[in-house]
Nanobody, 127 residues
Framework: QVQLVESGGGLVQAGGSLRLSCAAS????????MGWFRQTPGNARECVAA????????WYADSVKGRFAISRDNVKNTVYLQMNSLNPEDTAIYYC????????????????????WGQGTQVTVSS
């Protein structure tokens, strides 16, 4: 089993930045691709960024491309999401997800591809 705990969410003004962290524990050697998702009330959970096990391949949703950056530290078993130029449309609960199968260079960006989830962290961007 893999446990994921997100941190770093909060309230920020439009144009500001936040850095989310997701610490993994448990069977961390089994973690391959990871991703950050977000969800707002009444809407489906959507992937905003994904990263391969090696960290060499990444994917971003068009809505965050150029503003968000995903990275991971496999020694610390932590994945990060640096969020810059935030706007009110980025307000959501952000979830970290991990996948336990795959290859070192593969990333995934649909929620059905991930088997482990964190509890989520709230990000609120005020205008």
């Amino acid at each position: 089993q893999v446990q994921l705990v997100e941190s770093g969410g909060g309230l920020v003004q439009a144009g500001g930045s936040l850095r989310l962290s997701c610490a993994a524990s448990g069977r961390t050697l089994a973690i391959y691709a990871m991703g950050w998702f977000r969800q707002t009330p009444g809407n489906a959970r959507e992937c905003v960024a994904a990263i391969s096990r090696s960290g060499g391949s990444t994917w971003y949703a068009d809505s965050v491309k150029g503003r968000f950056a995903i990275s991971r530290d496999n020694v610390k078993n932590t994945v990060y999401l640096q969020m810059n130029s935030l706007n009110p449309e980025d307000t959501a609960i952000y979830y970290c997800a991990a996948r336990s199968t795959g290859t070192r260079g593969s990333y995934y960006y649909t929620k059905e591809d991930f088997g482990s989830w964190g509890q989520g962290t709230q990000v609120t961007v005020s205008s």
